[in-house]
């Protein structure tokens, strides 16, 4: 069980192309999931928390315009690249926990297989 | 934010050796996780664990929480356990995982 399903599993587009990754709880419901970014022989850095039905919440020095967030079910968030560039390129991943109606902090988080986007 | 340390960074291995993974973090914590990294980039999620020990097959871990810090244990490596093996922590009254740099293993045939 708890199973996160991301798809595309790999990008490539060119420059000025917007791109969109959805993530998705196949068993499971999901109040708030998460998007993470990692570039090459580095760690996942988290980019922004996505909540269900209101606004996401952006970590610092991510551009919000950049990378636009929307979770519209208790299973399904999007992240879209906008007006991608060659730095925008980096191995993207979501996660989500179980729960509804709030975060249930003493979950463990599940992890999408990642996408790979390559910007031209 | 909580910091998150991991060592070694760097680790080779024979086959059939048994290895120690540590992951020291700089706040009392309500998650904490344990993750393999494959050459494809996927995250197999190997423990969670924010106190205690568990054990699968030929991995386990220990958190003592009350000292900050956790260990994964490998024994009797294999080839496949090649990989990245990060350590990632969610600190009281936040939902949020910190990763770790990550330890990178090798294991050699």
């Known amino acids: 069980g708890a199973v996160v399903s991301q798809h595309p599993s790999w990008v490539i587009c060119k420059s000025g192309t917007s791109v969109k990754i959805e993530c998705r709880s196949l068993?499971?419901?999901?109040?708030?999931m998460f998007w993470y970014r990692q570039f090459p022989k580095q760690s996942l850095m988290l980019m922004a928390t996505?909540?269900?039905?209101?606004?996401?919440?952006?970590e610092q020095g991510v551009e919000k315009d950049k990378f636009l967030i929307n979770h519209a079910s208790l299973t399904l968030s999007t992240l879209t690249v906008t007006s991608a560039h060659p730095e925008d390129s980096s191995f993207y991943i979501c996660?989500?926990?179980?729960?509804?109606?709030?975060?249930?902090?003493?979950?463990?988080?599940?992890f999408g297989d990642g996408t790979r986007l390559s910007i031209l | 934010g909580i910091q998150v340390e991991q060592s070694p960074p760097d680790l080779i291995l024979q086959e059939g050796a048994n290895s120690t993974l540590r992951c020291n973090f700089s706040?009392?914590?309500?998650?904490l996780q344990w993750f393999h990294q494959n050459p494809w980039g996927q995250l197999i999620n190997l423990f969670y664990?924010?106190?205690g020990t568990k054990q699968n097959g030929r991995l386990s871990a220990t958190t003592v929480a009350t000292e900050r810090y956790s260990l994964l244990y490998i024994s009797s490596s294999q080839t496949t356990d090649s990989g990245v093996y990060f350590c990632?922590?969610?600190?009281?009254?936040?939902?949020?995982?910190?990763f770790g740099a990550g330890t990178t293993v090798t294991v050699r045939a």
């Open positions: 706040d009392s914590v309500n998650n």
């Open positions: 996660s989500a926990s179980p729960g509804t109606g709030g975060i249930v902090s003493n979950q463990p988080q599940h």
């Open positions: 068993d499971f419901q999901a109040t708030t």
């Open positions: 990632a922590v969610g600190p009281l009254g936040d939902y949020k995982l910190s």
């Open positions: 664990i924010p106190s």
């Open positions: 996505s909540n269900e039905g209101s606004k996401a919440t952006y």
